[in-house]
């Protein structure tokens, strides 16, 4: 498609050069459809990477989920068209997916060599949100919702598409293929790192569509692999404990709840960059990663934990990542006036069971009263947030050395074995993040020969 203005562009210049030389038709021709195919380039052009993987195939490969259920049920490998510029109709019966063309301007096209997953892909192969995370993906086709099952099969599939295939994954790290117009500063060839928000397609496939609010220079001491780890957990713990780390109440102690896993792993290390002494429960299993993290350990499994935290200093902060806890269970070794910040929140769940409208309402009612039992503490809730600002502030906290990924090499897998990689993540108590090889290319492992970079 062409914009008015870059028409007449080229009938002005098209005059200009008939007035001035005789063409002949056969010439003129060439010559429009030349300027023609110039002004579709500056537009919006595709790089293509010849010889490193990246030419822009017609088809990709995702991992997706077709219906809700056990993820080893529901999980199937599909391969669906590319995202391309082009808009395709949703009424269209080809599975080439109208939310997933690059028609934005402020999208970005990413060819994907590393991807993570997290506990979250689970709970959504198995239903968890849909009520809430359907209205978020296209509020107007919500509104078709009664035709879903009607006589009119491509309008009920136009329902349907909104919701399925849903490409599971939230974390990716790769390169630039293809940026909307008005991306300013990427741009085909850049190595990226950033994560879909939860309720839109994700990254287990070979070309992941993100807005530019999702995506950003990856940290340049890392390699794809690792700095596909981060994304997700590094921006649910800022969305939970930014403002308190920056302007702390008291002491700089702070209590996280299940500190071996992705997000514990990363909230130590955050913490700790914001000058915080950290104590953290954990399984015996999971305490020689947090010792080497410099975490004041607990072992839930060996110790009573409530004795051992009633013998510590309290705390100004009490992040529980595992959703064990209450705010009246976590008051006792709270400062006056801390914050308990839990992941645990009744929002989709309420939607599950209530609908969107009537779900939101419930969830906004058990936030009023937890905040109104006077417990001389803040109640929080910790999700998911996309900031790019965040992703920055990340990426220079890890070029400085402040926090490493916490992979456990048994715990990479390439592509082909992802349903082997969902098994592990089932069995509870991963150690750090499960991280997936998705392109295969040299460059996904390779790390760069930089130990710390200093930003200014």
Not at 94 to 104: L, T
Not at 257 to 264: A, D, F, M, P, Y
Request: charged share 20%; with cysteine; glycine share 8%.
């Amino acid at each position: 498609m062409i914009c008015r203005n870059c028409n007449h562009s080229i009938k002005a210049k098209l005059g200009n050069v008939l007035t001035s030389r005789n063409i002949g038709f056969k010439d003129f021709k060439k010559y429009f459809e030349k300027n023609i195919q110039k002004e579709r380039d500056t537009f919006q052009s595709w790089a293509e990477f010849q010889g490193r993987g990246f030419v822009k195939p017609q088809y990709t490969n995702s991992w997706v989920i077709n219906e809700y259920g056990e993820i080893d049920d529901v999980l199937k490998s599909e391969i669906l068209n590319t995202p391309t510029n082009k808009q395709t109709s949703i009424l269209s019966a080809h599975k080439a997916y109208f939310q997933q063309a690059v028609r934005s301007p402020n999208e970005v096209l990413v060819k994907v060599h590393a991807a993570s997953l997290n506990p979250i892909d689970i709970r959504l192969a198995n239903g968890y949100g849909s009520n809430l995370f359907n209205l978020q993906r296209n509020f107007v086709f919500k509104m078709l919702s009664p035709f879903e099952k009607s006589n009119n099969v491509e309008l009920g599939n136009a329902v349907n598409r909104q919701e399925f295939p849903l490409v599971l994954g939230r974390d990716f790290s790769g390169t630039v293929v293809d940026v909307g117009v008005q991306v300013g500063d990427l741009q085909p060839g850049d190595e990226v790192y950033g994560a879909p928000n939860v309720f839109a397609n994700g990254s287990l496939t070979d070309y992941c569509r993100v807005d530019l609010d999702h995506v950003v220079q990856k940290p340049a001491v890392l390699s794809h692999l690792e700095a596909a780890s981060i994304p997700y957990v590094g921006l649910t713990t800022l969305s939970a404990l930014r403002k308190h780390v920056l302007r702390p109440r008291g002491a700089r102690n702070a209590l996280v709840l299940g500190g071996s896993g992705g997000i514990g792993t990363f909230a130590i290390q955050y913490l700790q960059a914001h000058g915080f002494s950290v104590t953290t429960t954990c399984s015996t299993h999971g305490l020689a990663v947090c010792k080497k993290l410099n975490a004041d350990c607990i072992d839930y499994k060996e110790e009573d934990v409530e004795e051992s935290l009633a013998a510590r200093s309290k705390y100004s902060i009490v992040y529980d990542v595992v959703g064990a806890s209450s705010p009246e269970w976590a008051s006792h070794f709270l400062i006056k006036g801390g914050v308990y910040v839990s992941l645990k929140n009744p929002v989709a769940n309420m939607t599950d069971k209530y609908g969107a409208f009537f779900g939101l309402q419930g969830a906004a009612m058990d936030f009023v009263k937890k905040q109104g039992m006077n417990l001389d503490i803040k109640h929080e809730w910790g999700f998911y947030k996309p900031d790019r600002q965040g992703l920055l502030e990340i990426a220079r906290l890890i070029d400085g050395g402040a926090i490493k990924p916490v992979i456990d090499p048994n715990n990479i897998f390439g592509y082909d074995d992802v349903p082997k990689a969902f098994k592990e993540l089932s069995k509870g108590h991963t150690k750090g993040k499960i991280v997936i090889n998705v392109s295969g290319l040299p460059e996904a492992t390779q790390k760069p020969n930089i130990d710390k970079i200093i930003h200014l």
